[in-house]
C-alpha cells in the first residue's frame, strides 16, 4: 500500500516568518493530495488540495507544490500568524487515503 | 446542513464489551470512512464505502466491522473492545474518493 512521509514532526516559528511542511509519497497512482489542519480537540479541517495534474495551488497565505516525478509535495504558509498554531496533516489518495503522521506548528507572537 | 454527526462524543467500555459508534451525514455525500487518531501515528483508516451497500477495509481494519445501509449512515462496531482500540474515531465524508473530506467531530473512547 501507499507509505506517506511527513517531516518536521515540529516546527516551531516566529511570527511573520514563512513554514514549510514536506510530505513523500511511495505509490505512483496516487492523484489527490490535501492538507488538513487540527486544532487541540477537534476534527480535521481541509485547509487546500491539489490534484496530480497541478503543479502549485494558492489560497491566500497558503500554497501547495507538488512534485510527481520525485513524489513529493509540500505546504507552504506565508506571514504566519498565532492562529496558525495547529497541527497539519498531509494525506495521499491511491484508492483510499492514507496520511502523514502530522507536523505541529507552533507560531511564536 | 448539520454535516457529519457522531455519536457519542465519548465512551468508556470493559474489555470484551461490544459497541457501534454512529456516523450520519446530511449533504448526499457517497463516500464514507472511519478513522482512528493515535498520538504519533496520524489518522489511520479502518474501513471506507463508496456508496450504500459497498463497504472495503483500510489500513486497520481488525476487531471492526461496518455495514452501508443507505447514503446517510455509517455505523462502525467494535465487535469484543480491547485496550488496543482505546483512541480517538472520526467519521468523514466526501462527494467522491478525490474530494475533500469532511469531518465530524470524534469520538473519544477508552477501553479498560
Known amino acids: 500500500g501507499e507509505n506517506v512521509e511527513q517531516h518536521p514532526s515540529t516546527l516551531s516559528v516566529q511570527e511573520g516568518d514563512s513554514a514549510v511542511i514536506k510530505c513523500t509519497y511511495s505509490d505512483s497512482a496516487s492523484n489527490y493530495f490535501p492538507w488538513y489542519k487540527q486544532e487541540l480537540g477537534k476534527r480535521p479541517q481541509l485547509i487546500i488540495d491539489i490534484r496530480s495534474n497541478v503543479g502549485e495551488k494558492k489560497d491566500q497565505r497558503i500554497a501547495v507544490t507538488l512534485n510527481k516525478t520525485a513524489k513529493h509535495f509540500s505546504l507552504h504558509i506565508t506571514e504566519t500568524q498565532p492562529e496558525d498554531s495547529a497541527v497539519y496533516f498531509c494525506a495521499a489518495m491511491a484508492n483510499q487515503f492514507y496520511f502523514g503522521t502530522g507536523t505541529s506548528l507552533t507560531v511564536i507572537p | 446542513n448539520a454535516g457529519v454527526t457522531q455519536t457519542p462524543k465519548f465512551q468508556v467500555l470493559k474489555t470484551g464489551q461490544s459497541m457501534t459508534l454512529q456516523c450520519a451525514q446530511d449533504?448526499?455525500?457517497?463516500?464514507m470512512s472511519w478513522y482512528r487518531q493515535d498520538p504519533g501515528m496520524g489518522l489511520r483508516l479502518i474501513h471506507y464505502?463508496?456508496?450504500?451497500?459497498?463497504?472495503d477495509q483500510g489500513e486497520v481494519p481488525n476487531g471492526y466491522n461496518v455495514s452501508r445501509s443507505t447514503t446517510e449512515d455509517f455505523p462502525l462496531r467494535l465487535l469484543s473492545a480491547a485496550p488496543s482500540q482505546t483512541s480517538v474515531y472520526f467519521c468523514?465524508?466526501?462527494?467522491?474518493?478525490?474530494?475533500?473530506?469532511?469531518f465530524g467531530d470524534g469520538t473519544r473512547l477508552s477501553i479498560l
Open positions: 449533504m448526499n455525500h457517497e463516500y
Open positions: 464505502s463508496v456508496g450504500a451497500g459497498i463497504t
Open positions: 468523514a465524508s466526501s462527494f467522491g474518493g478525490e474530494q475533500p473530506q469532511h
